[in-house]
């Protein structure tokens, strides 16, 4: 059961990271779309845990409730992407709230990032 939850969350970050870095493009490169896949794992994973079995089930795992974690963390991300701004001096405002930004979503993701391995953890535990 756990290589099965494993292996349909591989599948689902994969293919969620690639769909958000194809439709709105990914920064940072190759450490962008690492990011965006271990999010989408980890979210998948815990989602496919603790939400209760719905749909068919795919060589014993239900793959329903982990997709729809990742669809709405998908979603998410895509309503919160980026826009171009108008003028240069929004544009000059952009990069400074950009930069300010990014250090307090970098210490926020990795919060996040251990709060889902913990719900992991907890999950086959009890």
Known sequence: ??????VLALVLGVLFAALIGAVFGVRG???????????????????????GPLGPAFLGVYWLPGFVVALLIFLLIGALSYHRP???????AEIEARQTAEKV???????????????????YLT
């Open 1 to 6: 059961m756990v290589i099965g939850d494993v």
């Open 29 to 51: 490169g190759t450490a962008g779309f690492l990011m965006l896949f271990l999010l989408f794992f980890l979210f998948a994973w815990a989602g496919g845990l603790w939400i």
């Open 86 to 92: 108008v003028s240069t001096r929004e544009a000059q």
């Open 105 to 123: 979503f970098g210490a926020l993701i990795w919060l996040v990032i251990l709060g889902l391995i913990l719900a992991i953890v907890v999950a």
